[in-house]
């Protein structure tokens, strides 16, 4: 079986997120039906902000986006410019940008991978300068670092570094998982030994393949009788780090479980 394209792995999204740009809460968003995550910076005392998301969609990206166009038109944007642009993971790509008076400056890129219509935007506010290295990170979609979806029902932690991302059972739970991501060096294996020098017990310790790589698998029990699932490996240049912690005697929560190995588990998307 040919292999599914990068963007069609588990539920998440991949795009590569600028340095100074941190995860922010979604706020009221977060009911939407899709792999929604915002990052946040402050660049000369103005906000700047970046969307990523994904929905099932059978519909041409072209026409989705001839509907968004029709929509803002209606709605009084200004600006208003729609182009193709290059290719993402070899699907055709499109570039939407319009703006609201005196509001905002909007910039998206859509791209409809394995059924799923992937959408970055980039915003800034109306007559100040947009941050070139968050345009450029609009071409990451579909080949950039990994960023999960998260556990269903689990909160993201939030300020968090722009390329990691944590998640809690509920605000305040002792579970958590968390992911972090670091270009990979030669000659290094990054998830070696894990647990070297903290005292924990090892209760398995095995490697295991996962779509196209081989990961390493651990479970440990840590200082307080915390359990501990650990997964690391490397992918298309990227060391990932993700770690899910409970309380004792709490069964693991399906939904952290496959959340842990998101980065490597290719799935047909839903």
């Not at 939407?32 to 946040?40: D, E, F, L, M």
């Not at 903290?198 to 790589?213: N, Y």
């Not at 004792?248 to 839903?270: G, K, N």
Request: aromatic share 8%; hydrophobic share 40%; glycine share 8%.
């Amino acid at each position: 079986m040919a292999l599914l394209p990068l963007a069609v792995r588990a539920d998440g999204v991949d795009f590569t997120v600028p340095d100074h740009y941190l995860v922010t809460a979604p706020g009221s968003d977060a009911a939407r039906p899709a792999v929604y995550r915002i990052w946040g910076r402050s660049l000369d005392g103005v906000r700047h902000s970046i969307v990523v998301s994904a929905t099932p969609s059978g519909d041409d990206v072209g026409h989705l986006v001839d509907a968004m166009a029709a929509y803002v038109n209606g709605r009084h944007a200004i600006d208003v410019e729609r182009s193709d642009a290059a290719p993402l993971c070899g699907a055709p790509s499109v570039q939407f940008t319009y703006a609201y008076a005196n509001q905002l400056t909007y910039v998206f890129r859509h791209v409809k991978v394995g059924g799923r219509l992937l959408v970055a935007s980039y915003a800034h506010p109306v007559g100040t300068a947009a941050d070139p290295a968050a345009l450029a990170a609009l071409d990451t979609l579909c080949s950039g670092v990994h960023q999960p979806a998260g556990p269903k029902g689990w909160t993201i932690e939030a300020p968090f570094p722009p390329n990691a991302s944590a998640w809690r059972l509920a605000p305040g739970s002792p579970s958590l998982i968390a992911q972090s991501v670091r270009p990979a060096a030669a000659n290094h294996d990054a998830d070696s030994n894990p647990y070297e020098g903290i005292g924990a017990t090892i209760i398995s310790d095995r490697r295991e393949t996962c779509g196209t790589t081989t990961i390493h698998r651990v479970t440990a029990t840590l200082e307080g009788g915390r359990t501990q699932e650990f997964a690391g490996g490397t992918l298309r240049g990227f060391d990932y780090i993700v770690a899910y912690v409970r309380p004792p005697s709490a069964p693991p929560d399906p939904a952290a479980m496959e959340t842990l190995t998101s980065f490597c588990t290719e799935t047909a998307p839903h």
